[in-house]
């Protein structure tokens, strides 16, 4: 899927108009295309970046684009991200990379939402993927609790670099939900974050404005969605 992601980001690199000087950058490997691209093509000069994560962030600061922390703006003026499902309605789960609250953060404060996506992330329906949520620390265990009393299989993510739980770059704790298909995502969305402690979920319901697909010939399709939420 190299070669379609590669597609995906360069072609959203080409969608940056002259007049964007804040750009928000997502997490992920499509997203580091799109990074890439921003150096290849000449972009990064008189523009800021907001990073949706530290591994975002190292990879700016390595090309020495100028950084802005997201405590400090109000806006952006386009968003570039991944994700790991797309229904056909352009909602989405994300967050395999654990960046998600920080990600819908920056889709909600953008005034433009790019996705970039290779094809195999096309799907009918949500839910095949694990539906991941952000817990604070000392709410995980009834939070637990209370996704196992709702029938969701719940699991802490385990963290690949030390032992117990995947913390954020937000000091939160990352649970994934198998939640089978998804028939109402905003239905399950407002379940979850009816449960005190929980900061976010992987659910972003009408954010999309263009996604980008990345096709396996290395081809790229962009398809547009009337956008539904955010700080428009
Ligand atoms: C990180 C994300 C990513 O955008 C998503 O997992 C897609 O990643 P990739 O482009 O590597 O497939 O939501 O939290």
Do not use: W
Not at 90 to 103: L, Q
């Amino acid at each position: 899927m190299e070669k379609a992601k590669r597609a995906a980001g360069y072609r959203a690199a080409d969608m940056i108009l002259d007049e964007d000087r804040i750009i928000g950058v997502g997490t992920g490997s499509t997203v580091a295309f799109f990074i890439e691209a921003l150096r290849e093509k000449n972009l990064m000069h008189g523009r800021m970046f907001v990073a949706s994560s530290l591994d975002t962030a190292l990879k700016l600061r390595e090309m020495e684009a100028r950084l802005l922390d997201l405590s400090t703006v109000d806006h952006v003026d386009v968003y570039i991200d991944g994700a790991d499902e797309v229904d056909a309605e352009g909602n989405m789960i994300k967050g395999r990379g654990g960046a998600h609250v920080r990600e819908k953060m920056l889709a909600y404060i953008s005034r433009r939402n790019i996705f970039v996506v290779d094809e195999s992330k096309l799907v009918g329906k949500l839910g095949g993927k694990p539906l991941p949520i952000e817990v604070l620390p000392n709410a995980v265990s009834h939070v637990l609790k209370a996704l196992r009393s709702m029938g969701l299989n719940a699991s802490i993510r385990s963290s690949r670099c030390k032992d117990g739980p995947c913390i954020s770059d937000n000091g939160g704790v990352i649970i994934d939900l198998q939640v089978g298909v998804i028939e109402d995502p905003e239905g399950l969305e407002a379940r979850l974050l009816r449960i005190p402690g929980v900061v976010d979920t992987g659910l972003f319901i009408g954010y999309v404005d263009r996604l980008v697909v990345g096709m396996r010939s290395g081809e790229a399709v962009v398809k547009e969605f009337k956008r539904r939420r955010g700080l428009l």
